[in-house]
């Protein structure tokens, strides 16, 4: 039987991060995927240039049922520790919005840089290798079964990703090993994703696919300021996807299509200045003209702004800057960009990762229950969590 110190289970972002910590440390390290190349997610994320950190990384911008745990981890590796890497790398990067740090070329150099310090830390990768299960006969070890034999080692690191984008062969590894040893999982659902309409609301909107526009949404308790795009399914864009992650199943999203402005005054004050305008034309000052001509079509309003008493105006400024309305799900794995919920982060040390209950069973990246907002925060989580495994494993 083979023998290694640490099987890594997953070649993405937090297992190859892992196992290059855990190399650098003199541990025999080995690293198994099923897919035929490493960091897959990494080479198509951030529209194939990767964000690859956020400056502004703060346990405040992660969801979790349990919010403090997430704070060790990012205090411990942050994203200086990351850019430090990518710049000893030569590889150029820009600050794109938000605190957001996208490479100026490609993706795949993050991808290679992570491969060179795997190779550097002497760590073994096996592509192309499917893992049947996972034993522990002894308290000492485990047995990792793969489709090419059984490895001994004493410490396993579970980082095989969660449930979104399935064509790119997710599988539900992770969750199973988490019940198999008595784990819990927190219930998971589709994050950062796209939101979508019943019929009705579709035929009312579909004129509008393809606008985009600045807003501010706010679902549940939170609130983000970004771009909206109508879409042929309902909303997407960076401000909805943010808001998925706290919308539930029943709710109302709450949409400010003119942030900052009081729409329905500047009405008024158009209405006494240059009464002969429509109210379209002033909306479209704000607003791109179709969007600005749907809205005040669904108002009924008919005539100039001089025609309209104050109470029309001020429901046509409500429609824009307090536009109510319920998606009735979301697009799901498809296209969802990362999987809230996972291993529940009470059953694990916030310093090594570890399941209290089974010593050398260690969960990392985004199996995890832990998920950032969108804007490099969950490759930020995937480097923290992965590092630190790899200093105690
Ligand atoms: C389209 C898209 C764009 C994104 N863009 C960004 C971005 O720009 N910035 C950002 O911060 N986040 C982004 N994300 C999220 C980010 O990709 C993930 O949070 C991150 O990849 C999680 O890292 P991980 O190592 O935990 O899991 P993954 O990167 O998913 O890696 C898991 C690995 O485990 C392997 N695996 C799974 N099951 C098995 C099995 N049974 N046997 C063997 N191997 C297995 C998989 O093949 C995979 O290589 C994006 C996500 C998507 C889908």
Redesign the pocket.
């Known amino acids: 039987m083979e023998e290694f110190d640490v099987v890594v289970?997953?070649?993405?972002?937090?297992?190859m991060m892992c196992a290059i910590e855990a190399g650098k440390r003199g541990r025999r390290v080995l690293v198994?995927?099923?897919?035929k190349a490493?960091?897959?997610?990494?080479r198509?994320?951030?529209g194939g240039r990767?964000?690859?950190t956020n400056v502004h990384t703060a346990p405040d911008r992660f969801l979790s049922a349990n919010p403090s745990f997430c704070i060790s981890a990012l205090r411990r590796y942050r994203p200086q520790d990351f850019i430090a890497l990518v710049d000893a790398a030569g590889i150029a990067w820009h600050e794109k919005t938000l605190g957001q740090l996208f490479c100026d070329g490609s993706a795949r150099q993050i991808i290679d840089l992570l491969l060179e310090h795997l190779r550097r830390a002497g760590v073994q990768l096996r592509l192309e290798c499917?893992?049947r299960g996972v034993r522990r006969p002894s308290a000492g070890g485990f047995e990792v079964e793969t489709m090419g034999g059984t490895i001994a080692c004493s410490a396993v690191v579970v980082?095989?990703?969660?449930k979104?984008?399935p064509k790119m062969?997710?599988?539900g590894?992770g969750y199973d090993l988490a019940r198999q040893f008595g784990v819990p999982l927190v219930e998971t659902r589709p994050a950062l994703v796209p939101l979508t309409f019943d019929t009705h609301l579709l035929q009312q909107t579909q004129a509008l696919a393809g606008v985009s526009t600045p807003a501010r949404v706010a679902a549940g308790k939170a609130a983000f300021e970004e771009a909206l795009l109508f879409t042929h399914r309902g909303l997407s864009g960076p401000v909805i996807l943010q808001a998925s992650s706290y919308w539930r199943e029943g709710q109302a999203i709450a949409l400010d299509l003119a942030p900052g402005a009081d729409v329905a005054a500047e009405l008024k004050a158009e209405k006494a200045a240059q009464g002969r305008q429509s109210p379209a034309n002033v909306l479209a000052r704000r607003l791109p003209r179709r969007l600005a001509q749907w809205i005040a079509e669904g108002q009924g309003l008919k005539g100039n702004l001089a025609d309209q008493p104050d109470a029309r105006l001020k429901a046509l400024g409500a429609a824009v800057n307090q536009w109510v309305v319920k998606p009735v799900g979301s697009e799901g794995y498809r296209t969802a960009?990362?999987t809230l919920g996972g291993v529940d982060t009470r059953a694990l040390n916030s310093r090594t990762m570890m399941a209290e209950a089974v010593p050398g069973l260690h969960f990392?990246?985004?199996?995890v229950d832990v998920t950032?907002w969108l804007g490099?925060?969950?490759?930020?989580w995937?480097w923290a969590s992965g590092w630190c495994a790899g200093q105690a494993v």
């Open positions: 289970l997953g070649a993405g972002a937090a297992g198994i995927d099923h897919a490493p960091g897959e997610k990494i198509i994320s951030g990767c964000n690859f499917a893992v980082a095989t990703g969660g979104s984008i062969g997710t599988t590894l960009e990362v990392v990246g985004e199996v950032g490099g925060y969950n490759f930020q995937a």
